[in-house]
């Protein structure tokens, strides 16, 4: 359920110490993306962009900065002048990077970034291969508790968030299972779909193919609820608690960014949330659209900063 939230309008004109009186934005708007093209946080981005910029009045540019985990584009953003003209597009690498990459920067993203508001996140469905003779999620967490480490699940790489969301399963229901990390989405349901693996993460437009050919079947959502797109899959909650998680994405603005430009920058990304012809394209593509809450940005990224570290000191894991 989307929540609402009640804000005063944002001001046309911004009055900044020692200067006139300046109508913001009067240029177009950067928002940075940490990813190549083509993933879904620059193919959604470029989606809502339009919409944002509708809002604003001004162009609004997606540009990619890949490399390093994110951390490129992160703390280009981190360093930018905090004009409300270079955004960054956040998502879960910001609390990841702090637990599996200590160097990379910005190393507290909570000071370092200030938020504007959620934009969507993007659950993961549980799809294994039909011949693994499995029907539930307890049933193959059943499974991999008796029989520790010979099942195998696939990731998008290792820190990559739906290895993190798979461990996390794992450590709180007890079960072992052998990580195979792959390069990206992609490879990992070509090795779904040879049965060279059990099992993946998979987010729901990615696995659709191979539902459609019954070459994967799917188990639950980790969203916390059931989602619109699959309203029959079973959330992950309803199995095991505490094990819910996605892929988010969130706007932030470099710090000491004047609050009348954020106020400007959350308003106009709420109300672009709210085309109709948005939310109706996404539904079908596994998006669940948020409503541009700041604070609970802020309580996410938080929330995520605590959970990684134990998730993957008690695995192991290391960078990929």
Not at 110 to 122: D, K, Q, R, S
Not at 237 to 246: I, K
Not at 300 to 312: C, F, Q, S, T, V
């Amino acid at each position: 359920m989307l929540r609402r939230h009640l804000l005063p309008a944002a001001a046309g004109v911004l009055a900044l110490p020692g200067i006139a009186r300046a109508a913001y934005p009067e240029k177009s708007i950067t928002l940075m993306v940490g990813y190549a093209p083509g993933g879904a946080t620059d193919v959604v981005m470029r989606l809502i962009a339009p919409h944002l910029s509708r809002e604003l009045g001004q162009p609004v540019v997606v540009e990619n900065r890949s490399g390093a985990a994110t951390a490129i584009a992160n703390t280009a953003v981190a360093q930018a002048r905090p004009d409300g003209y270079t955004l960054l597009v956040g998502t879960n690498s910001l609390a990841i990077n702090v637990a599996l990459t200590p160097g990379a920067t910005p190393a507290d993203p909570l000071t370092a970034l200030e938020p504007v508001g959620e934009i969507y996140y993007i659950p993961f469905a549980m799809a294994v291969r039909p011949t693994l003779g499995v029907n539930t999620l307890a049933e193959l967490i059943n499974k991999a508790k008796q029989q520790p480490d010979v099942l195998n699940y696939g990731s998008s790489g290792s820190g990559s968030v739906n290895h993190l969301l798979t461990e996390l399963l794992l450590q709180r229901s007890g079960a072992k299972m052998t990580h195979i990390p792959l390069r990206g989405g992609g490879p990992s349901l070509i090795e779904l779909r040879a049965e060279r693996i059990d099992c993946f993460y998979a987010t729901p437009l990615d696995i659709a193919g191979l539902v459609a050919e019954r070459k994967a079947k799917l188990l639950a959502i980790s969203a916390p609820a059931r989602i619109p797109s699959l309203p029959d899959l079973p959330s992950v909650s309803e199995f095991y608690q505490g094990c819910a998680g996605a892929l988010w994405q969130g706007l932030f603005t470099p710090p000491g960014t004047d609050q009348a430009i954020k106020t400007r920058l959350h308003n106009a990304l709420r109300k672009a949330l709210t085309n109709e012809e948005l939310l109706a394209r996404f539904v079908t593509q596994g998006v669940v659209v948020m409503d541009g809450d700041a604070a609970a940005l802020h309580q996410r990224l938080k929330d995520e900063i605590a959970l990684w570290p134990g998730i993957i000191r008690d695995a192991g894991i290391t960078p990929g």
